[in-house]
């Protein structure tokens, strides 16, 4: 089955850059997703098609997908921007969904 | 607007079977093109989906529940519903019903608020 691996853990100071990888196998062959999920709360798209934004996102949030890595940025980080985040790529050889493990933002 | 809303019981016992539902407005589904998925989410670990079905096509499920596991349409009620066999703790989890439209790889948008349950006699 297919595996997305994400760092556990990322701490970024207000302001600064926060980068989210999430790797997989050739993974830049796939469309890769990225939920934002809060305490409590459903998760939520903020970037889809490895790139591309939900109205609504700020530009702030940006995704790239090369090789075997996937990354979300996240630019001027708030304090409202942390959450835990998830990839979710579709891998059509099996036709299921599949998630990482997640990453937890923490905004010092 | 879709709006999607779970509801069940919130606690089942061991060896007994989940049964949940997701009620749906905004969109019939039995609309062409409609994905409609659950993902359930352990407390303090990641998401996991369970299962996807669209109008008129065959079910997908995560290979490793897919023995226990039944997603399927009320297009009465506009309700799409879950059934999991055989539940033990490891069941217990945050159940989310989500929906795409556009084809079955096109990231979800659309989430219910979720419904805890909890498996334990």
């Known amino acids: 089955s297919y595996v997305l691996t994400q760092t556990p853990s990322v701490s970024v100071a207000p302001g600064q850059t926060a980068r989210i990888t999430c790797g997989g196998d050739n993974i830049g062959y796939k469309s890769v997703h990225w939920y934002q999920q809060k305490p409590g709360q459903a998760p939520f798209l903020v970037v889809y098609d490895d790139r591309d934004r939900p109205s609504g996102i700020p530009e702030r949030f940006s995704g790239s997908n090369s090789g075997n890595t996937a990354t979300l940025t996240i630019s001027r980080v708030e304090v409202g921007d942390e959450a835990d985040y998830y990839c979710q790529v579709w891998n059509n050889s099996s036709d299921q969904w599949v998630y990482g493990g997640g990453t937890k933002l923490t905004v010092l | 607007q879709v709006h999607l809303q779970e509801s069940g019981p919130g606690l089942v016992k061991p060896s007994e079977t989940l049964s949940l539902t997701c009620s749906v407005s905004?969109?019939?589904?039995?609309?062409?093109?409609?994905?409609w998925g659950w993902v359930r989410q352990p407390p303090g670990k990641g998401p996991e989906w369970i299962g996807t079905v669209y109008y008129s096509g065959s079910p997908m499920y995560n290979p490793s529940l897919k023995s226990r596991v039944t997603i399927s349409e009320d297009t009465s009620k506009n309700q799409i519903l879950l059934e999991v066999t055989s539940v033990t703790a490891a069941d217990t989890a945050v159940y989310y019903c989500m929906s795409h439209s556009g084809g079955k790889a096109v990231a979800p948008r659309d989430w219910g608020l979720g419904t805890l349950v909890i498996v334990s006699s």
């Open positions: 905004g969109v019939s589904v039995r609309s062409d093109n409609y994905f």
